[in-house]
T-cell receptor, first 113, second 111 residues
C-alpha cells in the first residue's frame, strides 16, 4: 500500500454538512492526489498537491477544498455535502524509483443522504 | 484535454487463454503510462509503469507496450487464470504530473 492510509474508510453523512477526509503517507513524498470514482466516469482528479501549502485544482474541484499543512497529510473537505458527492474517494501519491509511479490508498466510501 | 479510452469495456475468456487489453490516448505529450488492477470494492494496485522513453515493460505473465507517437498501449496477459479476474485500468501522466484514467476493462477468466 506504499504507506498510504485513508480515513475514514466508510462514512454516511447528511446533505449540507461539512465532511473532511484524510490521507496520510509515511514516506514524505512530494505529490499527493485526491480522486473520485463513479460508475461510468472512472477516476477523476479533484485536487492535487505538489508540496506543503502547494495545491491545485483538478477537473472536478467544485464543492471541494484541500489543505496540506504538513508533508504527510492531505485533507479533502466537502464544504457542504450534496448527494452528487456520494462516491468512492481515493488518495494517491507519487513514489518508486524517480518518484514517477503512482500508488493508491484503499479508498473512502462516502454516502450523502 | 487528454482523453484515455480502453477497449473492450468487458471481456470474458476461458482459463489459459492469452489476451490483450487496449488503451489509447489523445495527447502524445506524456511522461509515462501506468497499468493498474482493481478488484471489486478495493483500491488500485500498480502493475506496470512504462516511461515515455520506453517501449515495453514485463512483470511475470504481464507485458505492457507503449507506442507514444500513435497514442496506444497494450497489456498482454499470458496464460490467464481465474485469479486474473478484475478491472484493468490504464492511466497516463501529462502536464502538472496529473494522471488521467481510462474507464477500464472488466476481465473475467472462467474455469
Amino acid at each position: 500500500d506504499a504507506g498510504i492510509t485513508q480515513s475514514p474508510r466508510h462514512k454516511v453523512t447528511e446533505t449540507g454538512t461539512p465532511v473532511t477526509l484524510r490521507c496520510h503517507q509515511t514516506e514524505n513524498h512530494r505529490y499527493m492526489y485526491w480522486y473520485r470514482q463513479d460508475p461510468g466516469h472512472g477516476l477523476r482528479l479533484i485536487h492535487y498537491s505538489y508540496g506543503v501549502k502547494d495545491t491545485d485544482k483538478g477537473e472536478v474541484s467544485d464543492g471541494y477544498s484541500v489543505s496540506r499543512s504538513k508533508t504527510e497529510d492531505f485533507l479533502l473537505t466537502l464544504e457542504s455535502a450534496t448527494s452528487s458527492q456520494t462516491s468512492v474517494y481515493f488518495c494517491a501519491i507519487r513514489a518508486g524509483t524517480g518518484g514517477t509511479e503512482a500508488f493508491f490508498g484503499q479508498g473512502t466510501r462516502l454516502t450523502v443522504v | 484535454k487528454q482523453e484515455v479510452t480502453q477497449i473492450p469495456a468487458a471481456l470474458s475468456v476461458p482459463e489459459g487463454e492469452n489476451l490483450v487489453l487496449n488503451c489509447s490516448f489523445t495527447d502524445s505529450a506524456i511522461y509515462n503510462l501506468q497499468w493498474f488492477r482493481q478488484d471489486p470494492g478495493k483500491g488500485l494496485t500498480s502493475l506496470l509503469l512504462i516511461q515515455s522513453s520506453q517501449r515495453e515493460q514485463t512483470s511475470g505473465r504481464l507485458n505492457a507496450s507503449l507506442d507514444k507517437s500513435s497514442g496506444r498501449s497494450t497489456l498482454y496477459i499470458a496464460a490467464s487464470q481465474p485469479g486474473d479476474s478484475a478491472t484493468y485500468l490504464c492511466a497516463v501522466t501529462g502536464g502538472g504530473n496529473k494522471l488521467t484514467f481510462g474507464t477500464g476493462t472488466q476481465l473475467k477468466v472462467e474455469l
